[in-house]
Every structure is written in C-alpha cells, then in structure tokens.
C-alpha cells in the first residue's frame, strides 16, 4: 500500500469510529461519510459480527477491530452510481422491470466458470469495493471487482480463480467483464479472503492430498478468458512482498514439527487485518496459525504451540473465527464438537458434544459485542422432535465457555424422517436481521433454513435481551416430499428514503423448488424481514415482517405506538398501531405455494397469493371465481370482484424467487446503488446486488453451460 492509501485508510478508519461513537453516545444509526473507504465483503463478515455496543468498555472492546468499521458502513451506508452512469441507466432500468413481475428476482448477469464448475455449497464469493461512497465500473481507475472460486482443478485450460469487473447494470460496455482469471495449479475448495487494501487474495486450496495457503497479488488481465487463464509466478515467502503482479506465494499446511503435510477441503482461512494472521483449520484436527499474509512474509507458526491439534480424534475442522475480544478462536468439528483455542498460548478447551450428524460444516457465528457464539448442528442425538427423531438445532454458548459446556440449544426442526434411515442435511449458519444488530442488549431475531431431514424450512429464532425463545416456522421451502439442502442465510438492510429501510433474507434450496420457482429445480429466495419500529413514522405500502411472520402492510399511514401490538395470525385483518393502520399479507407459506384459478370455488375467507402484479390478494368475501382472471385493483386496500368472489390488496408480496440449478452457494451482498434525490432519474436504482454461485450446470447468459458465476439484484430494495 501506498503512502496516499495508507494516509487515506487511516483517515477512512479514524472517520468511522467517531462515526461509530456518536452512534454509541446518541443512539442513532451512523450517517454516511461524505468520502468512503475500501471494504472488503467475504464470507468472515457474516460469521464476525458486533450488536450494537451499550457501554463505553463494549465499544472500547469491540472498536478495535476493522471488522467493527466495516460493518457500520456496510449496514448503514449504501453506494451511489456515479451521475453520468446513474443518468444513461435509468432509463434502461426501468424498461427492464416496467412489465416484469415482482416475485421474479432479477438475474443481472450469469457467467460460465467451467463445467462442473461451483464455488461448493456453503462456500462464499468475495466482493471489493474501492470506495464505499461510489459503484466503481470498469473504466474508473481501481473498479470494484468480484472473486469466484471454480471448485475445479487448475489448468492451462480451466481457471481455478475468476475476477470479474464492470460489475452493475448501470455500466457501460460489457457487463460483466474478465478482470482476470488465474490457473493457481490446485483445486479451490474454500472461500477467498481480501486484503484491506483490495490487492491482494487468500485461499486454501488442496493439491495431491496437502493443503495450501495460497496468497496472490493480481493484476488486471481483461483478454483471459476462464478457458485461458494465466498462471501467476510462483515466488517463494521470503520474496514474495517484493514481487510484482501477478505472483503468488503458497504455505503449505503441516502438522506439528513441519514434517507430515496436512489437507483441507473443508476450513477456509480467517484473516486478522489488526494483526495480520490468518488462521487455517484442516484435516486430522490441526489448527494452523500463518502470519504476515498480506503486509509482511508469510510462514507458518510452528514453535511447539502452533499448529496445535484440538481435535485429537483427527476430526476435519470447519472454519475458525478469530474474536480479538477474548483473544480466542473458535472452531468446530466433524464430530460435532466446538472448540475455544487461546490464540497465544494454544490452550483448548472443548464443549460438550452439539452435533450427532453431519458435524458442524458451518463456522460458528461470533456476537463479539455481547461474547456470544452461535452453533448451527444438523443433529441433537436427541429423540425430542416431532415422530420420536433427533432435532436439528442451533446453540447459544458464551465466548468464555467452560469444558463439556453445552450452552442454551433451540431446536429448528426434525433431523431424520422418522422411517429414514438417510443422514440428515448440514445445518448452514443463519443470520440476525438488524434489530439484534441495532439492540444494545441482544434483542432481535436470528433467521434458520432448517429441517435438515425434511422439508426445508424458514424458522425465527426470537432473542429478547441475549437470552432465546423459542424457534417459530415462517414457511415451508420446497415440495412436500422434499428433503433438499438449504443454503446459508444472508441478511441485508436496503437502504430508503424514508425512516424506514427495507430488509430481505437471501438464501436458497438445492432442489425441489415450489411452482413459484420452478419445480423440481433449485430455489433462490428473497424474503421481505424488515422488522416493526416503535414511535415511527410510515407511509402507506410499507411493510414489516411481524412476530407472527406476517408481512403487514401500511393501509392508513401515521406513526406507530411505543410498544408492537397484537399482531393478527389471519391475513385480510387489520391492526391499529398508535395512528397506523396494518393490514395483514398472510403466511409465507400460502403466498409461496397459492395460486388464482378459474372458476374455482374458494369457500374459506382469507385464502391469498402473488396476482400478476406482484401483490397480494386476499379472499375477503368468499366464493367462486371467475372463468377469466379479473383486472387487479393496484391499490393497497382495493378491492377486487372476480364473480361471487371479493379480493382485497395487502400490498406488494415481500417475496421474490430465481430458478437455480443445484441450489445456490452462499450469497454476498453488497448494497452498492441507492436512491437518488426524488426528483433524479437515479431514485430508480435502488437495487443490492447479490453474488453466488450454482451448485450445479446450467445456461450461464450466453457464455456457455456449465456452472454459473451470478450476479443477481431485486426491484423491491429502494
């Protein structure tokens, strides 16, 4: 990094913890900075996260880690199109989406990576941004640029790693472009890191058997093609800070005393920006500790402490999350148990036995403002779910938990189908929506697709002050006979206009998809979960996700009361909430699974679904529809007559959907364009874009079949 780079990062940092502070001291969410900072969105900022700090030591604590920055900014301030890109686009925008339906999430851009080719289930892309305050396109001097893993094997003719820039609809010429495409000469099986700066990349890749720490300074390269991509010069470590891009260097990963090569398929690297380590899991239950990756020269710890084994049953290791608040790291294992390593002195301490099943495959997900951890198990070993099966479930522990500790477990659904004999799915991490961000004592809700032995479902894990309630089923995912893998949850705040945000919930099924995607196919969700506010002023047509998970809708605006009312369970009701008037949208699993027919009889009051413009209608007069599908009244509260039927408009459905072969990785999503003043054309660009890929082939746009590279992006986010 440069002296004007490091000058501008140390400002950008220092700007945003008295951004922070004031946060902290006057209760209110942080204002965008006039100029941004770098930020680096991969798979660490997911499972490291920091509710809102409630004393002066809490933000002391937390403050110091970089981690703690990005988040504010990436939660709570949104990119902006340049002018002349935002002016050229506006127009193009709108033609796409003025006859598309909302429930169709929109695919921007699909890209093939190879056949076969995936990041792997549960596995992560990763996203730069150059400046927080601007969507760099592909002719700025440092474009923003996204990082897809193949999941193959490097050759002369297939990329192991692919960057792509000239990312958003707004760009001029192609969307996307090649920013560069390498042949590392291993097979990715992991997700890649980024450096602060954006200059460099990180990954564990494995070749015959070892696994390797890859680091790699890239270079732009727009004439590679996946099907060519070069092969950066291999530099030994103590070279390596003074080579020139592209190069890379590799660190490969052994046991303790360096002799026996360790490998890793299954832990990705977590990287330190404060001390500048990244910490590897692996095979044979080996935690490695790797310093000076990206600012000094990489090498392995081994001094008799480092690499230290904490599983000595030689279970493989999913990925570790450093907390700097506890000094410790946590990790789990195949056997289901998770692990608290003291990352100077390698002592471990090792918790009760959570996971009966697939073992923990997700890393633990760290509140490190409140020093909670959160494990996702597939399998309790229990018999307490519905049938006399195990439960999959999710347990809260704290970060100073003691040996054999179990912590609190909430249970999301059956394990096993009672007459299976089949394992169940792994149970992928979940995600706090922003009211348990927001909250300084632990309040607001943790969002699972779980179920893992049967039909996937949405469940609410409902947190008041720290401590869990129990879980509460939100909808059900795919065909009734399902027992599809989810994917990961993501959540990500939209930013708006108006004092209320609107917030979603991204994630996927693997197969069996509702008619509403496209049966039998995978599933990419877009759950409305913006959750209610006290005292808040809202316009008609906003909608919040209740405790019931409902969506209501705004029918009479005005200001909301002190304390949420008594949320109805019936949709086509409606609720008074100080001078707001909600009306009920219905459960998600009707919306998802209900469709209008002609001349059907619908005999019970309040049956609902999506019409053709994206809203929901519900039966508040029973009847028999008619022969011809009705002209839908567009206004909230309307009503509709199709024969002896009445219909009432709830609002817009808070769900959208995309076909995905195979399912989805896990997503990133980068809130990179928000709206413009009213009365600019750019107000319409109000999208987040969301990058995964599919887990298995498909027409990828039109640059070939195989596995996807997407980027994808939803009208409702504004």
Not at 120 to 139: E, P, Q, V
Not at 624 to 636: E, H, K, R
């Amino acid at each position: 990094m440069n002296g004007t780079a490091a000058r501008f990062l140390r400002f950008g940092m220092a700007l945003s913890g008295l951004v922070v502070l004031g946060w902290v001291l006057t209760g209110n969410a942080a204002k965008p900075a006039k100029h941004g900072i770098p930020l680096p969105s991969d798979w660490s900022h997911q499972y490291m996260v920091f509710s809102r700090p409630g004393t002066a030591e809490q933000f002391a604590r937390v403050s110091k880690d970089p981690r703690y920055q990005q988040q504010i900014y990436r939660r709570e301030q949104a990119l902006t199109l340049p002018a002349s890109v935002a002016a050229q686009s506006a127009a193009a925008f709108m033609a796409q989406f003025s006859n598309k339906r909302h429930k169709q999430l929109k695919r921007d851009w699909s890209e093939f990576l190879g056949t076969f080719a995936s990041a792997g289930a549960g596995n992560y892309a990763a996203k730069f941004s150059f400046d927080t305050t601007t969507a760099n396109c592909g002719d700025a001097t440092t474009p923003d640029y996204v990082v897809y893993s193949t999941g193959l094997v490097g050759s002369a003719g297939q990329a192991s790693l692919v960057g792509f820039d000239n990312l958003y609809t707004g760009c001029t010429g192609t969307v996307p472009s090649i920013y560069w495409t390498y042949n590392t000469g291993g097979q990715i099986l992991t997700s890649p890191v980024l450096s602060l700066d954006g200059k460099q990349v990180a990954f564990v890749e494995t070749s015959s058997g070892e696994g390797i720490l890859t680091i790699l300074k890239w270079a732009a390269a727009p004439l590679d093609t996946v099907g060519t991509p070069e092969s950066p010069q291999l530099w030994d470590a103590s070279q390596y800070p003074a080579c020139t891009a592209p190069c890379m260097t590799q660190i490969f990963l052994h046991a303790a005393g360096g002799v026996a090569s360790t490998d890793d398929t299954t832990s990705w690297a977590y990287y330190d920006y404060t001390n500048d380590v990244a910490w590897v899991g692996g095979t044979a239950g080996w935690l490695h500790k790797v310093t000076g990756i990206f600012k000094g020269t990489p090498a392995e710890v081994d001094n008799g402490v480092f690499p230290v084994r904490v599983s000595l049953t030689a279970a493989w290791l999913s990925s570790p999350i450093y907390d700097s608040a506890t000094n410790n790291v946590f990790i789990g294992d195949s056997d289901g148990f998770l692990y608290s390593v003291n990352a100077t002195l390698g002592t471990v301490t090792q918790s009760a036995q959570l996971d009966f099943g697939t073992g923990l495959v997700a890393p633990p997900l760290v509140d490190s403002t409140h020093g909670l951890v959160y494990v996702f198990a597939s399998s309790d070993g229990s018999s307490e779910c519905a049938g006399g099966v195990a439960c999959s479930a999710v347990y809260q522990l704290s970060t100073s938990f003691t040996g054999d500790s179990a912590g609190t477990e909430i249970t999301v659904g059956n394990s096993v189908l009672p007459t299976s004999l089949t394992p169940p799915n792994p149970l992928y991490a979940g995600a706090f929506d922003s009211s348990y961000y927001n909250s300084t004592n632990g309040t607001g809700n943790l969002y699972v697709c779980g179920n893992t032995g049967a039909v996937p479902t949405l469940y609410a894990i409902h947190f008041n002050a720290g401590i869990p309630g129990t879980s509460s089923s939100g909808a059900t995912l795919a065909t009734p006979t399902s027992t599809a893998a989810c994917s990961p949850v993501t959540d990500v705040p939209s930013p708006s206009q108006t004092a209320v945000q609107s917030e979603r919930l991204f994630f996927s099924v693997q197969g069996d998809g509702l008619p509403l995607c496209a049966s039998s196919a995978g599933c990419v969700y877009d759950l409305l979960d913006t959750p209610w506010q006290p005292l808040t002023t809202y316009t008609v047509g906003q909608r919040i996700f209740s405790r019931n998970l409902h969506v209501e809708t705004v029918l009479t605006a005005g200001t909301s009361g002190a304390v949420a009312p008594a949320w109805t369970s019936v949709a086509g009701t409606q609720t008074t909430d100080g001078s707001v008037i909600w009306i009920d949208e219905g459960s998600l699993n009707q919306a998802l699974t209900n469709n209008w027919a002609p001349n059907h009889a619908y005999n019970q009051p309040y049956i609902h679904f999506i019409d053709s413009n994206g809203n929901i209608e519900v039966s508040t007069s029973p009847g028999l529809s008619g022969s011809t599908q009705p002209t839908w009244n567009l206004a909230v509260g309307g009503t509709t007559p199709d024969n002896t039927v009445t219909w009432t408009n709830a609002g817009a459905a808070g769900i959208a959907v995309l076909p995905a072969a195979g399912g989805s990785s896990g997503m990133i999503i980068d809130n990179t364009v928000s709206p413009g003043p009213a009365a600019s054309p750019s107000n319409t660009l109000g999208t987040s874009q969301v990058y995964f890929t599919t887990l298995s082939d498909q027409v990828c746009g039109t640059s070939g079949s195989g596995g996807c590279a997407v980027q994808a992006s939803q009208a409702a986010l504004k």
